[in-house]
Nanobody, 124 residues
Framework: QVQLVDSGGGLVQAGGSLRLSCAAS????????MGWFRQAPGKEREFVAA????????YYADSVKGRFTISRDNAKNTEYLQMNSLKPEDTAIYYC?????????????????WGQGTQVTVSS
């Protein structure tokens, strides 16, 4: 079992920045890829970014490419999502996720563990 606690959300003006964090505990000795997803009201959960166990491979949704950066620190069992140039359409609950594989994936159902979510609101 892996427990995930995500944090760092908040209210920010358009063009601003936020940094989300996701702390993992439990079975962290195993190798696992991690990702960030988001869900806006009335919409399905969508992929945002993912990172491999080593951190050597990252992948982004087209909507955030060039603005968001995913990273991880395995020594601290923590994943991060740096979000710059935020837009009102980025408003959503953001969830971190982990899958017990070294390979990243963009489909939510391929992830085994989820954080509780952190609200990000971008005002225009």
């Amino acid at each position: 079992q892996v427990q995930l606690v995500d944090s760092g959300g908040g209210l920010v003006q358009a063009g601003g920045s936020l940094r989300l964090s996701c702390a993992a505990s439990g079975r962290t000795s195993s190798s696992y890829a991690m990702g960030w997803f988001r869900q806006a009201p009335g919409k399905e959960r969508e992929f945002v970014a993912a990172i491999s166990w080593s951190g050597g491979t990252t992948y982004y949704a087209d909507s955030v490419k060039g603005r968001f950066t995913i990273s991880r620190d395995n020594a601290k069992n923590t994943e991060y999502l740096q979000m710059n140039s935020l837009k009102p359409e980025d408003t959503a609950i953001y969830y971190c996720a982990a899958r017990m594989s070294v390979v990243i994936h963009t489909t939510p159902s391929r992830y085994d563990y989820w954080g509780q979510g952190t609200q990000v609101t971008v005002s225009s």
